[in-house]
């Protein structure tokens, strides 16, 4: 077969290779040093072929003259470690101070020839303060929303309420369940259910915005006046997609507006109620009346010695441009509303939500001014750790937590995108890759040294990565770029890059590492135009590329159709299975942190084909969803697992996992009760674990049929807890009696801090829930320390058993204590 990587035709390869790594150099600020150890000179150059410098040289002291003082003499030693030792490395170096500032560069040596080593040198300073800055404008952004005091919720095409924020909760007297749909209808004032309803009908037919005021019956059962403003968001069809609105507690002002009118003496009377400071400002804007509690909450100690000052004078200096614009804002029939912070009349530190609103006189012109103050200091110092919680899960749900890089859900929203806004005569390649040997590191120097090497290929493909193009992790040691390009030729640039880039050797805790990586290449519009279509085609011209032997790259080409072929033997053989008894159950240990006692097991299922031999659950269970064979592959796991556990004593928990797709066939309830019937299993002892994508996929059925199990005592744990798409949303929908952090997270502990965070923050969540907390992939006592110090309740993982047996399960239920060997023996014995 011709090979489609060459840059073009008539290039002799060596030039090609320079010129691609000038522009590699050029487009990352990349040098390359050269040093000759018998000259002790170092040749500077932006590339360098074969040790083949292209400028005189100069003395190893000069060059590290130039280098911050206290790095010098560790890079001579790396230098000339790196001649005697003849292996590759990595190191960090800053310059001299300029302007009192030094930069960082990152260096990786490896060697030329004898007595020649060549040096990579990046400048990695701008990446850092920019990442900084990213996350400070976060940070930034997410306070703002948090702090609004309106209730924010979200509405589907036809008006039911699919999501609200939680101050809706605090106020009225029903839970997330009895809100969603049409339920927030139910604490309506019957006086103002029906011209609301009439209202919000007429948007939703018109599609035009919703402005209207009614009463809601509070916790106390009192009514106050609420405005609820929408507008409607659109595709590019036109097509509403989703409805946003506020509703904002307008109770005191509209109160205060009619008390004002009718009689002063009578408003003074209504607003001693106020739990508030309710400020009235001439037309002028300044202060002419303050209510009782106002005075109390500013501890003025003599209203009368500030009655007419100008209302901007009570702010601190830099506050006070803000409160004129509102108070011109307000001279305009404006509303206005800020969050400021403004010490009280005694000095006390405060925040307070601020709206400025007219009041109209009998003619319709502005009177005077109504001013509103909240004392909101409490809520934004309660509020700053769960909004710090709240974006990192939201962060989370769209990005690797090992790598950093985009998940798999922001890279295929990316491809959307970008299909959508391809123009005519435009290209857009996808690169599928996958890291050959990655697994024997895993197995040679475990799962921390893998995790490191992840992050270092993240980086690299960063590097190759050109500023339009977008590289993601989608898991496990498999990544994706997609990247504009003039024709396909510039893909197979790229591609050699990266497969260059990758090759050379990683330094990981001292080891020297080599791994490669195997590409697919497929290309809008010439091999589709769908997000699936093209992610399927890169896959196939990737396992092209593994059949012979990795470490190449090539281009989808409709000839290459084996791996479908494959994939649907498979399928064949996966029908098979259940009849010839490939399947079995296997049951992994899970233990009570705080007792080290067995509390349970979860059942995992395995296949061995007479075929294709073991095969990962990651890739049959994929297949089974996709052939319709989960329904009857998981009637299968649920009626072996019951019918072991009825050997174990009573106190012992089985969870079985459901998959997405039992959900969207309506059986799994039936699926469950004919297991619980056939085998006597109590439904109290059934734990069901599954990912929020079964509520992201079929919501309202899924949480009709979780809701059912749940009535019959089973228990419902929600698996992979901040891996998707947004957990904080669903356990707002249903009442999970249990919490799983995924092992990504507990991985890294103790000593990652963003893992260690997250692993804290899940902990804390369920401890406010209420909801028991299980960690898995638990290997070292490490990890297990830490989640007991953090008040995690349960884990399971190889530091206490591997998946068991029937036989060797049903021993330890007996024994009801975790075994005492080592989880490397258990290894051994079960792989």
């Not at 300029?98 to 560069?105: K, N």
């Not at 590409?519 to 093209?534: F, M, Q």
């Not at 109590?682 to 749940?710: C, K, M, Q, Y």
Request: proline share 4%; with cysteine.
């Amino acid at each position: 077969m011709r090979n489609t990587g060459t840059v073009s035709r008539g290039t002799p390869p060596a030039e090609a290779a320079a010129e691609t790594l000038r522009q590699i150099g050029s487009a990352t600020g990349i040098s390359v040093w050269t040093w000759h150890a018998l000259t002790d000179r170092v040749y500077h150059s932006a590339t360098t072929i074969r040790g083949e410098a292209l400028d005189q040289g100069v003395p190893l002291a000069a060059t590290l003259a130039k280098l911050h003082a206290s790095d010098r003499a560790r890079v001579r030693r790396r230098m000339h470690a790196a001649v005697r030792s003849g292996k590759s490395g990595a190191f960090r170096f800053r310059s001299l101070p300029v302007g009192g500032t030094a930069r960082e560069y990152s260096a990786a040596h490896y060697p030329l020839g004898p007595n020649e080593v060549q040096v990579i040198v990046q400048d990695v300073t701008r990446t850092t303060l920019a990442e900084r800055a990213l996350r400070e404008s976060e940070d930034h952004y997410r306070t703002a929303v948090d702090l609004n005091p309106e209730v924010m919720w979200l509405a589907d095409p036809e008006g039911n309420i699919i999501e609200f924020g939680p101050r809706w909760l605090e106020m009225v007297d029903l839970n997330t369940e009895e809100t969603l749909g049409q339920g927030w209808a139910s604490v309506v004032h019957p006086d103002d259910l029906e011209p609301t309803i009439a209202d919000w009908t007429r948007s939703l037919e018109s599609g035009e915005p919703l402005d209207i005021t009614y009463r809601i019956r509070l916790k106390s059962g009192v009514y106050r006046w609420m405005r609820a403003r929408a507008a409607a968001r659109r595709d590019k069809l036109g097509q509403i997609v989703r409805w946003y609105g506020t509703l904002e507690d307008i109770h005191d002002r509209r109160v205060a507006e009619a008390a004002l009118r009718e009689s002063e003496e009578f408003a003074r009377s209504i607003l001693e109620a106020s739990t508030m400071a309710i400020e009235v400002l001439d037309g002028a804007g300044r202060l002419i009346f303050m209510n009782g509690p106002g005075v109390r909450i500013m501890e003025v100690d003599d209203f009368e010695a500030i009655r007419g000052v100008p209302f901007e004078q009570f702010w601190p200096e830099d506050q006070r441009a803000t409160i004129r614009a509102a108070i011109a804002a307000a001279q305009q029939g404006e509303t206005v509303r800020h969050t400021l912070f403004g010490p009280t009349a005694k000095g006390k530190a405060r925040w307070w939500d601020l709206s400025v609103s007219p009041i109209l006189g009998a003619g319709g012109e502005v009177a005077r001014l109504l001013a509103l103050s909240r004392d909101v200091t409490e809520a934004k110092q309660n509020e700053a750790e769960v909004v710090a919680g709240a974006k990192r899960l939201e962060y989370l749900a769209r990005h690797d937590t090992l790598t950093g890089l985009p998940n798999r859900m922001q890279f295929q929203e990316g491809m959307d995108a970008a299909l959508l806004t391809l123009r005519a005569g435009g290209t857009l390649a996808v690169l599928s890759i996958d890291l050959d040997d990655f697994k024997l590191v895993n197995d040679t120097l475990g799962h921390l040294a893998g995790d490191v090497l992840l992050r270092e290929v993240a980086g690299r493909l960063n590097r190759c990565a050109g500023k339009r193009d977008l590289v993601a992790r989608l898991g496990g040691d498999e990544f994706a770029l997609l990247m504009p390009v003039e024709r396909p030729e510039d893909a197979a640039i790229t591609a050699q890059a990266i497969l260059a880039a990758l090759a050379i050797p990683f330094e990981i805790d001292g080891e020297t590492v080599s791994i490669g990586a195997s590409i697919g290449i497929a290309v809008a519009p010439r091999d589709g135009l769908s997000t699936e279509s093209l992610l399927q085609f890169a896959d196939v011209a990737l396992y092209r590329v593994k059949s012979d032997k990795g470490r190449d790259f090539r281009f989808f080409e409709p000839a290459m159709d084996q791996a479908l072929r494959e994939r649907r033997e498979m399928k064949r053989d996966l029908s098979l299975a259940l009849g010839r008894g490939e399947l079995r159950v296997v049951y992994q240990p899970q233990i009570d942190i705080g007792s080290n006692r067995l509390v349970g097991f979860e059942a995992l299922l395995r296949w061995e084909c007479a075929a294709h031999g073991v095969v990962s659950p990651m890739v049959f269970i994929p297949l089974a969803e996709e052939s319709g064979l989960i329904d009857a592959i998981g009637a299968f796991v649920l009626r072996e697992a019951c019918a072991e556990a009825t050997h174990w004593p009573e106190a012992l928990s089985l969870a079985v996992n459901l998959s997405p797709a039992q959900f969207r066939n309506r059986a799994v309830v039936r699926t469950v009760t004919d297991a619980l019937a056939e085998t006597g299993f109590a439904p109290g002892r059934l734990e069901l674990e599954i990912t929020e994508s079964v509520l992201f996929d079929e919501s309202a059925e899924a949480l009709a049929s979780l809701e059912e199990l749940h009535r019959m005592g089973i228990r419902v744990a929600l698996d992979d807890f901040g891996t998707g798409y947004s957990s904080l949303s669903y356990l707002r929908r249903f009442a999970f009696d249990k919490i799983k952090i995924d092992r990504s997270f507990v991985a890294d502990l103790p000593r990652a801090e963003d893992s260690a965070a997250i692993v804290r923050a899940i902990i804390g969540l369920g401890r406010s829930l209420k909801t028991r907390v299980t960690a898995e992939g638990v290997e070292s006592w490490e990890q297990l320390l830490m989640l007991r110090a953090e008040g995690c309740n349960e884990a399971q993982g190889y530091l206490f058993s591997p998946p068991l047996p029937q036989a060797e399960a049903r021993a330890l239920a007996k024994a009801g204590l975790v075994a005492s060997r080592s989880a490397s023996e258990r290894r051994q014995r079960h792989g």
